[in-house]
């Protein structure tokens, strides 16, 4: 995640964000086909990223559930309801801003595996 290659390191768990930028990066050919690690002296700045990225998602999920209720109850036509909801999907949207994935090895479960410090090696 540091853009540095190491040995070893923690694996990212696959999640949709990551999926659609991997996606992305793919159409514009700058995949670089590695997989996401976060070393050791990372971890701890890692868990807090995520941490703080789910507090976001969280809360800009309620607000835009409440924004999308809200549109529900005062609007009178479809059209100002899908109004509602692209505006729920943008505050949701909202939180990717500090989006970080989760290291899927728990710290104190934590070992770096071996098959990832070989993969981690791979390429460029
Ligand atoms: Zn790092």
């Given amino acids: 995640m540091c853009q540095k290659e190491k040995p070893g390191g923690y694996p990212v768990e696959e999640d949709p ?14 995949a670089q086909g590695n997989t996401l690690v ?3 002296a ?19 999920g309620l607000l835009g559930a409440g924004f999308l209720l809200l549109s529900v109850l005062v609007s009178r036509s479809l ?7 692209v505006g729920a999907a943008f505050v949701l949207l909202l939180s990717v801003a500090v989006y970080y994935p989760k290291v899927s090895a728990p710290p104190a479960a934590g070992k770096p595996a071996a098959k990832v410090e070989a993969r981690g090696r791979g390429k460029r």
């Fill in 17 to 30: 964000v990551l999926q659609s930028i991997r996606a992305a990066k793919t159409r514009l050919g700058m």
């Fill in 38 to 40: 976060v070393c050791k």
């Fill in 79 to 85: 059209a100002s309801i899908a109004l509602g909801l």
């Fill in 42 to 60: 990372d971890l701890a700045t890692a868990a807090q990223k995520r941490a703080r990225f789910e507090k976001y998602l969280m809360w800009y």
